[in-house]
Every structure is written in C-alpha cells, then in structure tokens.
C-alpha cells in the first residue's frame, strides 16, 4: 500500500518563475492538504483540497495556488517565486475533511530552492 | 504554535533512559492533537494522537499526555533508542465554524540520544 507520493524531491528554479509541485495521497484517501516547511521550523499550513476544491486556506499569497484532480492527486503552483519560497514543501492526506479520526500522513516532501 | 526561527529547543538523552518532550498548544478550541517524528531530508512522521476528551493515550513506548486547563502536552518515549533521534513535533487540529480543518505545527524539540 502506498503511502503519500511526492514530485520531484528536489527542484531548483530562478526567481520569478513558475514552478508546479505534485502529490498522491495514500490509497483510500481523498483530502489533500500543503504545507510549507522552512529550514528550521514547523510546518505551515498552505491550503487544503477536499472534493476537487480548495476548502481552508492558511496565511499565504495568491502566487500560491493549486488544483485536485478526480483521481484525488493535486498540484500546487507558485508563480512569480521568491528567494523566501525556498522550502521543504509537503503533502499530506486524509479521509474527509474533519482528521478527527485518522492521522494525517504526509509524503517526503519536494526541496524547492530559489536562486 | 508559534514557530521560534531557526534555534530548535534541544533534548539529549542518554541511551535507554526515557525522554519527556513538551510542547505548549495556542487554540483551547483546538480538539485533537497529533504528535510527529521528523527525521533529516523527511517528511513528518505520525506517532500518536489524542482527542481532547482524554487526558492519557498509550502507544509502543510512547504515551502522551494533555493537560487543556494550561494548553500542554507531552510526549514520553520510554527506553530512548538511537534510532528516536530527530525533531519532534506537535500539532493541534481545529475547525473553525464552517471552515474545514487544519494542523497547526508548534516549534520542535530536536532529540539527541547520546550512547
């Protein structure tokens, strides 16, 4: 059984331009959620994706977006990257939107650096 | 949880002993509370949880505890091995009204078991 998939694991892209970050969740569930990971610190919630929609959204900017898929993979976009956004970005899924009962597994994250 | 920049509060321990780590939550409306493992170049890792109406939950060689008057929890690893060194985190899980769920990530306490 596979557990939350992640690509790439490592990207690094110029400031100011595009980058698209993917995720599959772990067999069974259909949340996905992102957060963004500075050296040093906690994880920091980006959005969440339930139902092919974005249905929470942490403090973050409209250059950070993203999209659900059928199939309940997703891919979350920044555009115009900065220096700042260099981080371990993570996924993580879930069953339903509520996480009361089930653990939020995460994947190994892609190292996204700006140059 | 409030992230502390790049100073990790820090943990050592002697092979075998055990190791309490604490961690101080920010929402009381928070309901469920998860603790993880991170290892370096990896994604979090789920050790346990606990919902907000227990005040103790057993695992394999970790229990955690809760204590909602003062927003605390803790996390004990009985018979600390090599293999536990990482950071550690906690989360707290809250919806606010209408909203879907998200995990909030306190700061980390990077545990360092000395043989």
């Known amino acids: 059984d596979a557990g939350v998939t992640q690509s790439p694991t490592h990207l690094i892209k110029t400031r100011g331009q595009q980058v698209t970050l993917r995720c599959s969740p772990k067999?069974?569930?259909?949340?996905v959620s992102w957060y963004q990971q500075a050296l040093g610190q906690g994880p920091q919630f980006i959005f969440q994706?339930?139902?092919?929609?974005?249905?929470q959204r942490g403090n973050f900017p409209d250059r950070f977006s993203g999209h659900q898929f059928p199939n309940y993979s997703s891919e979350l976009n920044v555009n115009a990257l900065l220096l700042g956004d260099s981080a371990l970005y993570l996924c993580?899924?879930?069953?339903?939107?509520?996480?009361?009962?089930?653990?939020?597994?995460f994947g190994q994250g892609t190292r996204l650096t700006v140059v | 949880g409030e992230n502390v920049g790049l100073h990790l509060p820090t943990l050592s321990v002697q092979e075998g002993d055990n190791s309490i780590i604490n961690c101080a939550y920010s929402n009381s409306a928070s309901d469920y509370f998860i603790w993880y493992k991170q290892e370096s170049g990896k994604g979090p890792q789920f050790i346990i949880d606990i919902r907000s109406n227990m005040d103790k939950r057993q695992g394999q060689r970790v229990t955690v505890l809760l204590n909602k008057t003062v927003k605390h929890l803790s996390l004990q690893i009985a018979a600390t091995q090599p293999g536990d060194s990482a950071v550690y985190f906690c989360?707290?899980?809250?919806?606010?009204?209408?909203?879907?769920?998200?995990?909030?990530f306190g700061s980390g306490t990077q545990l360092t078991v000395l043989p």
């Open positions: 993580a899924s879930g069953f339903g939107t509520t996480f009361t009962n089930t653990e939020a597994f």
């Open positions: 994706y339930y139902e092919e929609e974005e249905r």
């Open positions: 067999s069974g569930h259909d949340t």
């Open positions: 989360a707290e899980n809250f919806s606010r009204k209408g909203s879907a769920r998200q995990l909030t």
